[in-house]
């Protein structure tokens, strides 16, 4: 799996979710942002990591009893133990949120490994619990269902669809109060330094509206002087 640097992974906790989606855009990526999940607290910290993923087929029922927990390499559970430090574990569930895809037992478990984060297009059992844990959690919607009723595990770190998003193992992934966004693992680096800087330049449009000022010639910076109020500005903010 391709390793995030720290200067990648700091860069990318500084900014948003939308700025990143712009910057993807740009290069014609339009279907990154992972639909219909969001995070299980209203405080969680800015998500970044690299994806490790778990994808679920409909369960049958004559495979997807409760014994299967006796296996060691149960994909679910092996997933949990083998999703690396600093990475988010990212699970395919069809979009079907009627059973949980993971509770909180599972979720501290990723905490307390040092994972980023964890990701489903389904839903989370026991969610009000997850979300006082800290660790930055997104679902569709709490299900209390275990996920041996629809979900049935049946394989890790391999291409996946996840809210209608294509990830792949590698791929970062980004997620703050909007939602979740995957980044190509190939375009980290630069849409990292992009977003950095398209960041400064939205706050300092930001505070100019706030003071009153119109956007014609500001956002855009099609007007040469905002190119020059913006540069007294970095260098006031140290930005």
């Given at each position: 799996m391709p390793k995030l640097s720290d200067a990648t992974r700091n860069k990318l906790k500084s900014v948003s979710t939308a700025t990143v989606a712009t910057a993807l855009f740009k290069r014609g990526l339009r279907i990154q942002m992972i639909q219909d999940v969001h995070p299980v607290g209203p405080d969680q910290p800015t998500m970044v990591g690299e994806a490790f993923t778990l994808r679920y087929m409909p369960a049958r029922e004559?495979?997807?009893?409760?014994?299967?927990?006796?296996?060691?390499?149960?994909?679910?559970?092996?997933?949990?133990?083998?999703?690396?430090?600093?990475a988010v574990l990212v699970m395919d569930s069809r979009k079907d949120a009627r059973a949980a895809s993971a509770g909180a037992i599972l979720v501290t478990r990723l905490m307390k490994r040092g994972v980023a984060g964890v990701v489903t297009d389904g839903g989370f059992r026991d969610s009000a619990e997850i979300a006082r844990l800290g660790i930055p959690a997104y679902h569709h919607?709490?299900?209390?269902?275990?996920?041996?009723?629809?979900?049935?595990?049946?394989?890790?770190?391999?291409?996946?669809?996840?809210?209608?998003?294509?990830?792949?193992?590698?791929?970062?992934?980004?997620?703050?109060?909007?939602?979740?966004?995957?980044?190509?693992?190939?375009?980290?680096?630069?849409?990292?330094?992009?977003?950095?800087?398209?960041?400064?330049?939205?706050?300092?449009?930001?505070?100019?509206?706030?003071?009153?000022?119109?956007?014609?010639?500001?956002?855009?910076?099609?007007?040469?002087?905002?190119l020059t109020d913006f540069a007294e500005w970095r260098k006031k903010n140290g930005r």
């Open positions: 004559d495979l997807n009893t409760i014994d299967v927990f006796k296996d060691r390499s149960h994909p679910q559970r092996k997933a949990v133990e083998d999703c690396p430090v600093g919607r709490p299900s209390a269902p275990t996920n041996l009723t629809l979900h049935q595990a049946i394989e890790i770190n391999v291409p996946i669809g996840c809210g209608d998003a294509p990830v792949f193992p590698g791929d970062v992934i980004l997620g703050d109060a909007d939602g979740v966004i995957v980044i190509p693992a190939h375009l980290a680096d630069e849409i990292a330094s992009e977003t950095f800087e398209m960041t400064a330049f939205e706050d300092f449009v930001t505070e100019e509206v706030g003071k009153g000022r119109g956007i014609f010639g500001l956002y855009p910076a099609t007007d040469p002087q905002t």
